[in-house]
Structure formats: structure tokens, C-alpha cells
């Protein structure tokens, strides 16, 4: 029907670069329609990344929350334990999100990254997206989604790298990476 309101579930996966700047155009194409958009960020922490920034200056109807402790790489068991708390904390914060009903779009960015290193339990995450109201859109974000994810969603999309200049010594870019 025309016109009618039917809430998605959107996965964004793969190893290639793009599947936060993916979900990152949506919010902006659905705010720009005037839905009430919220992202939370599991894994981004600390940095002033530009979409953070960015986000800021857009106004109502627009947030974004970084909820991670940042880089996962190399930080031992005690690293791991602070990103645990974090993540769950940030699952809390989802669910709630997902169910208070206040926003229109509510994207979980990275949150693939943190069922794959067991931050979270897919078990959760797989209940958030059941429980979501039927007119609220879902975005779940992050490499190495779990097939039940996958096989949750409506629509999914993997980046898949072909080639990228880390490869060849360039460091991340501003406005690019961050």
C-alpha cells in the first residue's frame, strides 16, 4: 500500500569500509523527512569523529551517542572486561530506545562487532529486533553479522573490500575515517 509505514530491520555488514557511513546517510535522508532518528554507537568512543560533530549542529530530531571505550585491538582481559560493561550498558540503552517508541530510525552502530568479540549475547540483540514496534526502523551495523541476524533483517548489504589505502602505508584521513 502507497504510503503505508512498515518498519525495516537493515543490516549493514562485510569487511570493506562504508557500513557506518551507510547507515550515517539514511539517518540524515530520514531526518530529512522529518523522522526522529537516534544512533548509538557500541564501539566508537572518545574520539571527536565527524559525524559526531556533525550531528551536533543538525538540531532536533537527530542524536548520537557514543557509548564504546573506542579501539578493541590489543587491550588484554581487563581492556576487554571495560568494553563488556560498556557494551552492556549500551544494549540497556538500545532496548529502551527501541521500545519507549520516541524515534523513528534507531541505529546500533557497530553492534555486529560487539556479538563477534562476545561484548553482547546475540541472544539480546536477536530480542531487540523482535520486540522493535512495527513502524520503527532498525539499523545494525558492524562486520561479521551473525547469520540469524542476517536472516532477521529485510534488507541487508555487505561492503566488500576490493581496495583500500591503508594497504598501501596512507593513514586514515580526516573526513574520511574519522
Partial sequence: MAGETRGLTLVFTGNGKGKTTAALGMALRAWGQGLN???LQFIKGGWKYGELKAAGRLGTGFEMRQLGEGFIRDTGEEGMEEHRRAAQKALEEARRAVLEGKHDMVILDEINYAVH????????????????????HLVLTGRNAAQEVVEAADLVTEMREVKHPFAAGIPAQKGIEY
Wanted: neutral net charge; charged residues 25%.
Fill in 117 to 136: 568479540y562476545g561484548l553482547v549475547d546475540l541472544a539480546d540483540v536477536l530480542e531487540i529486533i523482535r520486540s522493535k514496534p512495527s513502524r520503527l
Fill in 37 to 39: 532518528v537516534l544512533i
